[in-house]
């Protein structure tokens, strides 16, 4: 079993998250054809992270605690939802430019890259203040690292 508790490992995704984010939203600052080519590669590497990041949380952490904070959880997911649908948008956008982006599709990637980049940060802030530091009075060791196997296997 791991011996970092689960809500560390998660926090620990989430600082690696907040990089790539700010990588993302410092990549509407080009122009052109540098602003797509930048957006590409921070949206590739943040999902590189952020899916398998949902993926554990959706599967094993959540569930596991589900039972106990029910409207919390609720809440979380559609925040998941969420970012899963403006990182739809993003890719779909990032994917139909060529070359330059016109004007239209500028504003739209900047756009779509700070809502990404607020709701992904307002996430990761609820998911800390509130799941991670019940979870962290909750949870006994034992639990933790668990859940900690479980969300490494996935």
Known sequence: M????????????????????????FATKRSGTDMVLELRHAFSA??????????????????????????????????????RELERHLLELLESIDCAPDKRQQTELI???????????HHIVDEEDQLLRLADSWLSQEQQASLAANMTDL
């Open 46 to 83: 943040l999902q590189r992270l952020s899916q398998p990041h949902f993926r554990k949380e959706d599967n094993a952490f959540y569930p596991y605690l589900r039972a106990q904070f029910p409207e919390l959880l609720s809440h979380l997911d559609e925040q998941h939802e969420h970012a």
């Open 2 to 25: 791991s011996a970092t508790p689960a809500s560390d490992l998660l926090r620990a995704e989430h600082r690696r998250m907040e990089a790539d984010l700010d990588r993302l939203l």
């Open 111 to 121: 756009r779509f890259a700070a809502e990404l980049y607020d709701v992904t940060q």
